[in-house]
């Protein structure tokens, strides 16, 4: 383990203390400006105290893994959300299309209307180029993840036949995936600058075009997760299809991502820049072998001992050595440089980091971790009101943005909680 029992019992106190701080209750109001959650069920937002007043997918799907969420709350915001899966691709007032099989970026609570666009909670106004022309691409992974995660844990493989507005579960999901735009060739997903989709939610703001690494990591686990659902169900040319796409992916993300350096870029287009979260995610995931793998390992390593991936034992997306320009950390964005998704210091990334650093140099892994449990607990949020770790993010003397933020803490403890 990377952390000591100490710390890892810590780090599980503070992760379920934000989830449980994080749930709607039924009834619940969370701001005045919205109504109470009307679902009939508990919904799991991205942090807590008086922030985001909506259940967003792409954060709750990636805090599964804890094992901290009932299966009588997964299933009832598993079915909440299959339901307002675009049934009828149309266009927004902003020009940006939401096509069938899409899969919303937040559900508003008190009306359960879906949000398919990141930056509102307006169902009218939703949809404009700034946030893409298309859904995030993200969400459609994570949903499968929804059901997968609720299947193995619950054995309750029976859902995945259920009917949601004339259509099983099952088959919602293939629609799902299919969704987002892949290269023919390959199965790697892509985008350009004409009709571009964002590639993940947690850097929304900042423009990234061409072949996509961090959405074909995801697709790449969402191939298997569908393998492995069809099995479950007695299907094998399903079942030999999906493991077909992911071992199409893994192969061709070290030939489209791998830079010289050792790091995976973020794309092949704009904001092509080596991209230390996919790199960390996709050493996670087991996406990259043999030298590739060592070189990934040992780039990030390197980085960490330079300090241009870490503050604190959060992590960078873009290294600082390779910030497009002085004024921006990506190549394009209207995100000043040093805030939020431009260049400050995340916890969601760390234990992918982590892991990955571990297979060069265990030593550099075990001392991010411990820089990371250690400011965790210098601004736990349970001292007072005025702390507020775990943050969404940060930048030194700067900002913290988001008090209580669910995936800063789940993200780390599903890897730390894991024997590596």
Known sequence: MLIDKDDLSFLKRITKAVLDSSKIQPGQRIVSSSGPNNTKGVLIRPGGRDDYPAFWIRDYSMSLE??????????????LTASSQCDQSWITKGGSMVPFGALPDHIRIDDGLPIY???????EDQ??????MTPPYCDQFYFIHMAYYYSKSTADYGILSANINGRKLID????AFGVPPARLENQIVYTDTNFRGVDFGFRDGIVITGDLCFSSILKFWSARELAELFQKLG????????RSIA?????????VFADKKGFLKASTGISGQPDVWSTGLAVYLNILEGNVLKNACKALSDAYLKGTISYNGSIRHVPTTDDFSDSTAWERTDIPKNKYQNGSYWGTATGWV?????????DNAKRLAKEYITDLRRNDFRKGPEYGAPYECFYPEVFNANPLYLTTVACPYIVFNSPF
């Not at 804890?66 to 079915?79: A, D, I, N, P």
């Not at 666009?117 to 169902?123: A, L, Q, R, S, V």
């Open 66 to 79: 804890t094992g901290m969420v009932t299966g009588k709350e997964q299933k009832h915001m598993l079915l």
């Open 117 to 123: 666009f990141p930056g509102t909670y307006d169902y």
């Open 127 to 132: 949809g404009n180029k700034f946030y893409g």
């Open 172 to 175: 919602r999901l293939e629609i």
């Open 235 to 242: 299907n094998e040319s399903k079942t030999k299809k999906y």
């Open 247 to 255: 071992e199409q992916i893994k192969k061709a993300i070290p030939k």
């Open 354 to 362: 982590c892991y990955a650093i571990a297979k060069a140099d265990r």
